[in-house]
């Protein structure tokens, strides 16, 4: 089965800089990867996704990139928010497998202001 | 439109007592997912529905778990007798599956945080 490996697992930043999580994914299949954002007490919230026909893709502050070779994803924050504080797991499926996804272990991101 | 609803939100029992966890995705999702989440970890898969169908439960512990969806809506969880170990956060979610053509996202609810004690 899949397994996604996600660095790193705590991450602090200043306000205004930037922030990168990386995964992993050992299934070559997969083709789809999302990441949630989960914030104390709530469930995880989509807030980006990328396809395997796809490189990159941006959503204002927000990008995702994918190297399909090297089964790597990365999600890159910029111009970072104390809201931004928050959980953040990358996932990877296969889409006709019903989108069960297998999520990493999360990153805690902590923006000082 | 209402997201995917959980209940309760919070549920203490003793070992070996029984729960159960109520979940209401978000109208005409058919597709339905329990998750697991133990503390500081991702949520882990139990139990995927198509509509009232089971179609994988291979990470469901069957000895003390049980999952049902009736009528294709509604599902419930339940845990008999719980242990220690099954302290954890129980996040439902749901999908519009039958649009087969894309990776359609899957809405998760806030989650049912047990404690067995």
């Given amino acids: ?113 | 439109e209402a997201g995917v609803v959980q209940s309760p939100r919070y549920k203490i029992i003793e070992k070996k007592q029984p729960v159960a966890f109520w979940c209401n995705p978000i109208s005409g999702h058919n597709t339905l997912y329990w998750y697991r989440q133990n503390l500081g970890q991702g949520p882990e898969l139990l139990i995927r529905y198509e509509n009232e169908e089971a179609v994988d439960d291979s990470q469901l512990p069957k000895d003390r778990f049980s999952a049902e969806r009736l009528k294709g809506v509604d599902s419930t969880l339940k845990i008999q007798p719980a242990e220690l170990g099954d302290s954890a956060v129980y996040l439902c979610a749901s999908r519009d599956g039958q649009r087969a053509s894309m990776n359609t996202e899957a809405f998760f609810g806030q989650g049912t945080r047990l404690t067995v004690v």
């Fill in chain 1, 1 to 113: 089965g899949e397994n996604v490996e996600q660095h790193p697992s705590t991450l602090s930043v200043q306000e205004g800089d930037s922030a990168v999580i990386k995964c992993t994914y050992s299934d070559s299949a997969s083709n789809y990867f999302p990441w949630y954002k989960q914030e104390l007490g709530k469930g995880p919230q989509l807030i980006i996704d990328i396809r395997s026909n796809v490189g990159e893709k941006k959503d204002q502050r927000i990008a995702v990139t994918l190297n399909k070779t090297a089964k790597h994803f990365s999600l890159h924050i910029t111009e970072t928010q104390p809201e931004d504080s928050a959980v953040y797991f990358c996932a990877a499926t296969l889409n006709n497998a019903g989108n069960m996804l297998t999520f990493g272990g999360g990153t805690r991101l902590m923006v000082k202001p």
